[in-house]
């Protein structure tokens, strides 16, 4: 039987962490346009996310859609993997204090093929959550 408790923490957990990195991104300055790209990219995931979050919270225990949905949220599933590549970048982004804040302004710590990695996992996730609000998982 589906539980729509463990697939919906887990896309709550992945909902904060795009709120954290958005905030983060927000925050960061003279950074080149792929800090906008990461920032357009990830609010539209957070839209997604939200969305499904409240599709979930309405779905009963034991709808197929939401049995379908579990693979989405186990360990190790599309949504942890996610979850973990948000941790690295969040932690990138993360405002330091003193003089190592003021470093990081003036330095942004992404190149064009880390910021291509995320963008295509971002682009992945969107796609993942798009089938399942749609109903065409797996």
Do not use: C
């Amino acid at each position: 039987m589906s539980d729509p408790l463990s697939i919906g923490a887990s896309i709550i957990a992945v909902l904060q962490l795009t709120a954290t990195v958005i905030n983060y991104l927000k925050d960061v300055h003279d950074a080149p346009q792929d800090r906008i790209d990461l920032l357009v990219e990830i609010s539209g995931l957070d839209g997604l996310l939200a969305a499904l979050q409240n599709r979930v919270q309405e779905a009963k225990s034991g709808d197929p859609w939401l049995t379908e949905l579990q693979p989405l949220g186990v360990k190790f599933g599309p949504l942890d993997q996610f979850n973990s590549d948000l941790k690295r970048l969040a932690s990138k982004l993360e405002p330091l204090t003193g003089l190592k804040q003021v470093k990081r302004r003036l330095t942004w710590k992404f190149d064009k093929i880390e910021i291509n990695d995320i963008l295509s996992k971002i682009e992945r996730m969107k796609t993942l959550v798009t089938f399942a609000l749609t109903n065409n998982l797996l």
